[in-house]
């Protein structure tokens, strides 16, 4: 049982995390985890504020104990990612979407937590955009499937064409740079292109996400051109972008 002592939250055991593969058993804990913590993320039943905060790191600390165990990961965060299927939508709070976009940003990617990534992209808080696409950078792409990622691809082109926040679009760069291939990198090279015109007659209008996501592009293709990948084309444009944001 995960019945927690008086005043204390519930913890799942050692030999649950550490389990591989996990029991039909260990799987009703799990499940009855998520149960009591996801209505409380989502803002359920006159949750507080303190208590969405709570959640948020209650259902995050499992994925941060020594020795859990492939199983463990793909099981919890799929248990968990069901149960957020309905946290961003337009009737939760700020408090509650930032907070389930935090704790989907920890989670394993399967079609569910994709699905929560793709839609914090359209949320009209730039915190939870910044969340959402800050979920999508680092090793976890590289764990999607080719359909998953042309979706995602698809989802973050969209969302470059509109972006306005400088620290979202910073993530945005990096993320897109971070897909497999070679698609998001031309993504991140043509939008810095065309962006030179936002600055045009604005001189004091930052241009830090920019400078970042040129410094990503061209780390990745020089990794590229390491690995002998015809990359001529993609670094011309990137240096005709960075002289123009020079000049």
Do not use: C
């Amino acid at each position: 049982t995960i019945a927690p002592p008086v005043g204390t939250a519930p913890r799942i055991p050692p030999d649950v995390y550490a389990a591989d593969p996990l029991t039909p058993e260990h799987l009703n804990l799990l499940r009855a985890f998520a149960e009591l913590h996801t209505p409380l993320l989502k803002g359920e039943s006159g949750a507080t504020d303190e208590q969405i905060v709570d959640a948020r790191f209650e259902l995050i600390q499992p994925l941060s104990y020594p020795g859990i165990t492939n199983d463990f990961r793909t099981q919890y965060s799929r248990l968990v990612g069901e149960r957020l299927a309905d946290a961003l939508g337009e009737d939760r709070s700020l408090l509650s979407r930032l907070n389930a976009m935090i704790v989907v940003s920890r989670l394993q990617v399967d079609d569910n937590v994709l699905a929560l990534m793709v839609q914090g992209t359209r949320d009209p808080s730039p915190a939870v955009r910044y969340w959402a696409v800050k979920s999508i950078t680092g090793p976890r792409v590289a764990t999607l499937s080719g359909a998953q990622l042309t979706e995602l691809l698809g989802q973050l082109e969209a969302m470059l064409a509109r972006e306005q926040a400088l620290e979202v679009l910073r993530e945005l760069f990096q993320a897109l740079v971070d897909l497999p291939g070679q698609q998001g990198l031309e993504l991140v090279v043509s939008a810095l292109n065309q962006r030179v015109q936002s600055h045009v007659g604005r001189p004091l209008l930052p241009y830090h996400a920019e400078h970042a996501g040129m410094r990503s592009a061209f780390q990745k293709l020089v990794a590229l051109q390491s690995a002998n990948v015809n990359v001529q084309p993609m670094l011309r444009e990137l240096a005709r972008a960075a002289a123009q944001y020079l000049f």
